[in-house]
Nanobody
């Protein structure tokens, strides 16, 4: 079992920045990819970004490209999401997730929640206009 704990959410004005963190513990040997998803009020949870631990390859959904940056620290088993130029539409609960998928990291694979075996409790990000 892998435990994930997110932190760093909060309230920020449009155009501002936040940095989310997600620390993994437990059976981290089963973690090959870590990702961020988000769920806005009344909407489905959607993929935001992912990083593959082995080579630090990164993946982003189109709407956050150029604004969000995912990074990871293997020694700390922690993944970060630096969010800049935040918009009100970025308001959501942000969830960290861990996957044991090794290859074939297509958008479809990364976006499918069934490919993730562990989830954090979520952290609220609110962007005011």
């Amino acid at each position: 079992q892998v435990q994930l704990v997110e932190s760093g959410g909060g309230l920020v004005q449009a155009g501002g920045s936040l940095r989310l963190s997600c620390a993994a513990s437990g059976r981290t040997g089963s973690v090959y990819v870590m990702a961020w998803f988000r769920q806005a009020p009344g909407k489905e949870r959607n993929f935001v970004s992912a990083i593959r631990w082995s080579d630090k390859s990164t993946y982003y959904t189109e709407s956050v490209k150029g604004r969000f940056t995912i990074s990871g620290d293997n020694a700390k088993n922690t993944v970060y999401l630096q969010m800049n130029s935040l918009k009100p539409e970025d308001t959501a609960i942000y969830y960290c997730a861990a996957s044991a998928v090794i290859g074939g990291l297509t958008t479809g694979v990364l976006s499918s929640e069934s490919n993730y075996h562990s989830w954090g409790q979520g952290t609220q990000v609110t962007v005011s206009s």
